[in-house]
């Protein structure tokens, strides 16, 4: 069939809506038609290079990065099912996991789904089935699917692994929500920092990921949770996702934190800038007392490897630096508990989403989330 996608060619350009070729979905996969999909940051590492992969590496991978469609948060209605699809039928309704889950390597078995082996393909860009492309330009090139599911488009084609289904009442256009940023941030503190009743977080920018570590941390029982992040009305907005402090800067927060905690300092602190860099790591662990743990969630540039980190004091103090992919979650059983919690009016999707986007729309979106605009812009399809 003939749809629409957006598509960067290379880094560091726009992102060029164009008409598209998308096949019928082969053995293991579906073809869905698509509600909505949240802008996260992680598409924008695309577009910086910061996740690129450089020419040498990607040749020994035999990985082609370039041109791929983006977007990697998306929720819709299966319309077409391949051969041997099993887990789901035409009509069925699903939030499209950006780790797909195979539910029988290593990591699945052991309940850790967002480790799924399936996830070495997440930059490839091909069908995890036979790592083909079932997208093509209109000059017939191959597409590559950012994180297997390529959700700026109106319909894809993905693998069932990829796929949960979802009760057919939920809102699509929230339910994507679930796909990636709110999962990632609702782990980061619950699963990854492992926030306990009483605890003092600090949740490190206020985006799509940083809001949803936010009521993570309020609904696993924080005393403090303290929401930092240099952009005033997402401070205040904080409160609403249950942050009891906002601070402007690190800095801030730590004094803050020295304050209410009198000088015992955080249990855990979640970093969820729009991008990790290594100086951030040092002030991140001084913000957390003895014993305490320090969360990476954000996405640092691939080949960046220079953290600054006091070891004297992260020995000393045993203090625990760990990272985060997909909030630690399994996605299976976390996408339906997390979405029964917006239906009980525990967990709030509707006030993540700020401005919604047509796809003609979405370097408009980009640049309003590089200017501090959104939670998460979506576009609804
Ligand atoms: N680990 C994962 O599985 C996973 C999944 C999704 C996204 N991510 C990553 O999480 C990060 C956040 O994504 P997002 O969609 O929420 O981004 P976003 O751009 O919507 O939000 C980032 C926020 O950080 C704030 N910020 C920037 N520098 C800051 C600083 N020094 N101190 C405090 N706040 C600062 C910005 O003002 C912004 O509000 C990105 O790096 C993204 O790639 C990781
Ligand atoms: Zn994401
Ligand atoms: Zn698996």
Sequence with gaps: MQTRAAILWEPRTEWSVEDIELDDPKAGEVKVKLAASGLCHSDEHLVTGDMVLDPETAALLQLEQFPVIGGHEGAGEVVEVGPGVTTLKEGDHVVLSFVPACGRCPACAQGRQHLCDLGALLLAGRQVGDLTSRHRSKGGKDLGIMCCVGTFAPYTVVSETSCVKIDDWLPLDKAALVGCGVTTGWGSAVNAAGVRP????????????????????????????????????????AATFGATHAAASIEEAAAKVGELTWGANAEKAILATGVATGDLVAP??????????????????????????????????RKELVGCIFGNANPRRDIPRLLRLYEEGRLKLDELVTATYTLDGVNQGYQDMREGKNLRGMITY
């Design 198 to 237: 009483g605890e003092t977080v600090v949740v490190i920018g206020l985006g799509g990921i940083g809001m949803n570590a936010v009521q993570g941390a309020a609904m696993a029982g924080a005393r403090h949770v303290v929401a930092v992040d240099p952009v005033d009305w997402k401070r205040d907005k």
């Design 284 to 317: 991140m662990m001084a913000l957390v007392g003895k014993g305490g743990r320090g969360v990476v969630t954000a996405v640092g540039p691939i080949l960046q490897e220079d953290v600054k980190l006091n070891l004297f004091d992260m020995t000393l103090q």
